[in-house]
């Protein structure tokens, strides 16, 4: 069994895959593990002030245990009051606080979707987890942002075609397809990469100027891009709408993936449901 990581922000900050955390990587500090006061210090150092869908102000608060009623619940209590919870000392709520400062707008729509989906749920007959919630989920958890200019590579990612995509499209990926995680689960997967370890992606077509854009600017894009995208409720209905990407075939996101027989291997480079 894996130990836990250390907290080592310079680790974090030479890693492709935190790439879209690293501007709020790069404010904290490199000694010791963030606290729940750390993260609440960057919420209120940004230049404008993060709220939810109730139009209430963003903190983070210590997580309450125990039986809640449904208003003190996660995703509820969001809603209703914009308190995060989170423990202490705790990987998977640090790096969902610091997806929430890099993409506030796309985390407030998804918990939006979560908690109008609650209550539909207690509304029922028969109450029951349903798809949107499920695939909420999953985006929130595993989601990797795939942004592209060429048609022709989204199709190649959806079709599974993977050696074709990241070997011998490998220069066309480099420059018109860019891959940012999303899921907090997905980045406590990233503390210590494995084969195997594979994203949820939602494509999404940009112009090919986004690609010289600086990070910080396409990060702002597609935060809006992505919360406008999910504000319609005809998306993201159903887990199919997202399309599984092997991370650590992304050119450059591991070592010796800079050979053909790399992507050999098919039983992380799977032909897939749609081949």
């Not at 492709?16 to 709020?24: K, Q, V, Y």
């Not at 002030?49 to 608060?61: H, K, M, N």
């Not at 992505?226 to 887990?239: F, G, I, K, Q, V």
Request: aromatic share 12%.
């Amino acid at each position: 069994m894996k130990q836990t990581p250390e907290w080592n922000r310079a680790a974090l900050l030479q890693s492709p895959l935190f790439a879209p955390l690293h501007p709020i990587l790069a404010d904290l500090e490199a000694g010791g593990f963030p606290t729940l006061q750390d993260c609440n210090a960057l919420l209120t150092s940004r230049p404008l002030l993060i709220t939810v869908q109730s139009g209430s102000p963003l903190r983070f608060v210590a997580q309450e245990c125990g039986k809640l009623p449904f208003e003190a619940q996660y995703e509820p209590r969001c809603y209703l009051k914009g308190e995060v919870q989170m423990r202490a000392h705790n990987w998977h709520d640090l790096l969902n606080a610091l997806v929430w400062l890099t993409f506030p707008k796309t985390k407030s729509i998804l918990n939006a979707r979560h908690y109008d989906a609650l209550i539909e749920e207690r509304a029922s007959a028969i109450p029951r987890r349903g798809a949107v919630r499920d695939v909420n989920t999953l985006l929130d958890e595993s989601g990797v942002i795939v942004v592209y200019a060429d048609a022709d590579l989204a199709e190649l990612l959806r079709n599974f075609k993977w050696k074709e995509l990241f070997w011998q499209r490998r220069e066309q990926v480099r420059a018109g397809m860019g891959f940012y995680l999303f899921g907090h689960g997905l980045y406590e997967k990233a503390l210590q990469p494995y084969v195997g370890m594979t994203g949820q992606g939602l494509l999404l077509a940009v112009e090919p100027a986004f690609f010289s854009w600086p990070l910080a600017q396409q990060l702002a894009y597609l935060d809006s891009l992505l919360a406008d995208y999910l504000a319609a409720l005809e998306h993201c209905r159903s887990t199919r709408d997202l399309s599984p990407v092997p991370l650590l075939g992304v050119p450059g996101w591991a070592a010796d993936n800079n050979c053909a027989a790399y992507y050999d291997n098919t039983a992380y480079f799977r032909p897939g449901r749609r081949g």
